[in-house]
């Protein structure tokens, strides 16, 4: 009967190793994924501040090309107008 509680114990022992094993293995995984989240998400971040700031670029190139087409408009207008009284 010793000798049976032994053997229960030792299962025991050895199920509860087996067992923190698993879950030493497992958080060693969700770390393990976390930290890849973590880099994905700054990795992100980094992108979307780039976007953000080449868009404000784009936004500038724009406005700045829209003047210069509007002074370019302007100026073809006073020209045919002169032209126009001209004649």
């Known amino acids: 009967m ?3 509680y032994k053997q229960t114990a030792y299962a025991a022992e ?3 190793k087996a ?3 698993q879950v030493m ?3 060693s995984e969700h770390d393990k994924q976390k930290a890849l989240l973590d880099q994905k998400i700054e990795h992100l971040e980094s992108t979307v501040e780039q976007l ?3 868009e404000k670029e784009y936004v500038a190139d724009l406005k700045s090309q829209k003047k ?3 002074t370019a408009i302007k100026e073809s207008q006073t020209k ?3 032209v126009i ?3």
């Open 80 to 82: 045919n107008e002169s």
């Open 2 to 4: 010793i000798e049976e």
């Open 68 to 70: 210069e087409m509007m």
């Open 85 to 87: 009284k001209g004649l």
């Open 19 to 21: 067992l923190q094993r």
């Open 14 to 16: 050895e199920n509860s």
């Open 25 to 27: 293995s497992t958080e």
């Open 52 to 54: 953000r700031t080449k």
